[in-house]
């Protein structure tokens, strides 16, 4: 099992740049979660997809972050403009919908200058 | 917010049990209770899940009190690879899951 792939597993940009965040679930698995961390505020969920659809999009910070899952194999999460605060480790995780086990990936670092 | 309560942060001596307690006194009647672990710099992992029952994988046991406000997640024999942050969660049929704090576990040599 290849596990979810994050791409990069690492960032640097300026303020104002556009970044995008890449994740490919494991084969099969139905649920896509999208988790910022942080050391002040821990691992928060920011939006997560069931069947290509997002369902739950309350943790996205603000209108600069979006979210886009056009199949079953491959999401984006994009932050534009970028901004320092924007710094954090990014996780993807991925389950079966309903399933008990979510499986991370091992995140992208971001950090915007 | 998070619904869980945990100590910031336990040792254990590597062979002996560790014993990782957590305070869920708002669970819900059909609210879960998960156990995830962090090794420094990866994602988290899933260690096990209970509902009322106690639960044993090959990882972990999990023993969730009979009202349910409180639980243990053991780890019957430490090694220095169980160090990690270890999260207690609450979470519903939704399987959204609410992160706190955790308990930043130590096993020392």
């Known amino acids: 099992d290849a596990g979810v792939i994050q791409s990069p597993r690492h960032e640097v940009t300026e303020m104002g740049q556009e970044v995008t965040l890449r994740c490919k679930p494991i084969?099969?698995?139905?649920?896509l979660f999208w988790y910022r961390q942080t050391m002040m505020r821990g691992l928060e969920l920011l939006i997560y997809f069931n069947n290509n659809v997002p369902i739950d999009d309350s943790g996205m910070p603000e209108d600069r972050f979006s979210a886009k899952m056009p199949n079953a194999s491959f999401s984006t999460l994009k932050i534009q403009p970028s901004e320092p605060r924007d710094s954090a480790v990014y996780f993807c995780?991925?389950?079966?919908?309903?399933?008990?086990?979510?499986?991370f990936g091992p995140g992208t670092r971001l950090t915007v200058l | 917010d998070a619904k869980t309560t945990q100590p910031p942060s336990m040792d254990c001596a590597e062979g002996r049990a560790a014993n990782l307690p957590c305070n869920h006194s708002t669970i819900s009647g059909n609210e879960y209770v998960y156990w995830y672990r962090q090794i420094h710099s990866q994602g988290p992992q899933y260690i096990i899940h209970?509902?009322?029952?106690?639960e044993t994988n090959e990882m972990a046991s999990l023993i969730i009190t009979e009202d349910r406000k409180s639980s243990t997640l053991i780890l019957p024999h430490a090694t220095l690879r169980d160090t990690a942050v270890y999260y207690c969660?609450?979470?519903?049929?939704?399987?959204?899951?609410?992160w706190g704090l955790g308990t930043s576990l130590a096993v020392n040599p």
């Open positions: 209970g509902l009322k029952n106690n």
């Open positions: 995780a991925s389950s079966l919908v309903g399933g008990n086990e979510q499986f």
């Open positions: 084969s099969g698995h139905n649920s």
């Open positions: 969660i609450v979470a519903g049929n939704n399987r959204k899951l609410i």
